[in-house]
């Protein structure tokens, strides 16, 4: 397993989660506001940066379970 790729990821996806928190209360604050416009706009971004969330969560799933198998398959 890329230890380095692995803690790329993770560090991606902390920046992902801020993100995301912004984000919603962005969206909170234009909804209190009346603004339906921008918060529509705001939740389409959100649901984009959620998607990378979600792509950078099955890589790095993808890779312990990868090293889960090959560990399954080594000698002992």
Do not use: W
Request: a negative charge.
């Amino acid at each position: 397993m890329d230890r380095n790729e692995l803690e790329q990821l993770g560090n991606r996806l902390r920046e992902i989660g801020h993100r995301r928190r912004e984000l919603a209360e962005r969206i909170y604050n234009e909804i209190e506001e009346g603004d339906n416009q921008s918060s529509r706009e705001l939740y389409q971004e959100l649901s984009r940066v959620s998607d990378q969330a979600i792509d950078i969560m099955t890589r790095q799933k993808q890779m312990f379970d990868e090293e889960v198998e090959r560990l399954q398959d080594s000698p002992v």
